[in-house]
């Protein structure tokens, strides 16, 4: 049995390979469009709002109280990153339910793309918050003998990010496969129940893990601030 979507080959030519996790990752960026297309076509704020609209503001509400919890800025600057990654991570774990369907969550090419925009996004973030110097020198810090440790750091939390979310989702796809063949009926719909939930869990873990990193590369915003800056948009807490 392939329990690794890499491995199921749909499209070739030449060298170019179209495998099972392409497919499956473009069509859950598919229904992300086409749902929030349909969702935020007739946005009402007065009554009858639909229970889309109402879901979608459940789900922006609590994405920004996690934001605003982690960062102590204003939501608005990374909304659309994390609520990005938890709604994309969370839906390839839902649909986990659906008959020959793999999340390509399950795959370390998957998990490690995600993880390189994290990667990406901490000094976009930091250097557009503190300016590109100040942003540097905290890789310094407390002296310059921590400057190797530092840049260390960036790259293991990056490859701990990708390797957590994969070692989560595809130990249960296997484990899932293997009490599928010694018990074919009740047990694997525990099992499956169990992996939506564990699925939701690692979607949020990686979104507030992403904020932290963020949070963490802006740390010096406060005395920065004091030093040189008067004021720095996003400061206040709304």
């Given amino acids: 049995m392939l329990l690794n979507s890499d491995q199921i080959i749909l499209w070739q030519y030449g060298f170019i390979k179209i495998n099972a996790t392409l497919a499956f990752t473009w069509g859950v960026m598919a229904l992300l469009a086409i749902g929030s297309f349909l969702v935020t076509r007739r946005l009402s704020i007065e009554p009858p709002i639909s229970k889309a609209q109402n879901l979608l503001e459940v789900i922006v509400y609590h994405v920004n109280e996690q934001i605003r919890e982690v960062s102590q800025q204003k939501p608005a600057r990374y909304l659309p990153l994390i609520g990005s990654l938890f709604l994309f991570i969370f839906l390839s774990n839902l649909l986990a339910v659906v008959p020959g369907y793999i999340p390509p969550t399950g795959s370390l090419s998957t998990t490690t793309a995600l993880a390189l925009c994290v990667f990406v996004a901490v000094p976009v973030y930091g250097i557009s918050q503190l300016g590109l110097w100040n942003y540097l020198k905290q890789y310094c810090r407390p002296n310059l003998f921590m400057l190797p440790f530092n840049i260390v750091a960036?790259?293991?939390?990056?490859?701990?990010?990708?390797?957590?979310?994969?070692?989560?989702?595809?130990?249960?796809?296997?484990?899932?496969?293997?009490?599928?063949?010694?018990?074919?009926?009740?047990?694997p719909i525990l099992m499956q129940i169990l992996g939506l939930l564990t699925g939701t869990i690692q979607a949020y873990i990686f979104s507030v893990l992403t904020m932290v990193y963020i949070a963490s590369g802006i740390s010096s915003r406060d005395s920065i601030k004091k030093n040189n800056h008067p004021k720095i948009e996003g400061d206040t807490n709304e």
């Fill in 154 to 187: 960036e790259f293991s939390r990056t490859l701990a990010l990708a390797v957590r979310l994969y070692g989560n989702i595809m130990s249960g796809v296997v484990i899932g496969a293997i009490f599928l063949s010694f018990v074919p009926f009740f047990f």
